[in-house]
């Protein structure tokens, strides 16, 4: 949950947000597709980080909308922002992988059904590969788009790059026995 905190912490650090609008920023950096976050996690990380004095509201009106609470950063909340900063980055770095668990099973199935689920995972990775390459074409020229969101759209093209030359060793080892 640290991982939530610190998105929702660092999106208010330059500027005031409704809850709305730190979801809809979440979605536009597609930041769900590297860190498990998802839209009701945010909404209830808002109502928590407000709860801990992190993050205050103001109810706003804005023309013939309705009320809405804006958030913005405390003292408090600038102060655990720089503490997740450094307890994240000193973390041991762990990669979660769930089609790892069919991987050490492979052995198991039969060796048609061992290649349906390489060719199965391979697809995935394709489709990975074809989104983070549209992605990257689309967002690489945008100067809005901060340099540090480009950077890790480069470490997942790499990361599935690499993943993509590992399967097909594996496919191959697989085809040599």
């Known amino acids: 949950m640290a991982t939530i905190d610190l998105i929702v912490l660092g999106m208010l650090k330059n500027e005031s947000l409704s809850a709305y609008d730190i979801q809809k920023l979440v ?38 909308m309705p009320e809405k609470a804006v958030y913005s950063l405390t003292g408090a909340g600038e102060k655990q922002f720089e503490k997740l900063m450094m307890e994240i980055s000193s973390k041991p770095l762990r990669i979660f992988l769930d089609f790892n668990a069919v991987i050490v099973n492979l052995t198991e199935l039969a060796p048609e059904k061992r290649e349906i689920c390489l060719g199965q995972i391979g697809e995935s990775v394709k489709t990975l590969k074809a989104y983070l390459e549209e992605n990257m074409k689309i967002k690489e020229n945008i100067p809005d788009i901060p340099e540090t969101g480009k950077a890790v759209l480069r470490q997942q093209m790499i990361l599935v790059q690499a993943i993509e030359t590992w399967l097909n060793s594996l496919k191959g080892s697989f085809e040599e026995q």
Do not use: C, D
């Open 27 to 64: 979605e536009y950096r597609n930041i769900s597709r590297w860190v498990k976050i998802s839209t009701p996690s945010i909404y209830k990380k808002v109502i928590q980080l407000e709860e801990k004095g992190f993050i205050e509201s103001n109810i706003v009106k804005e023309g013939k």
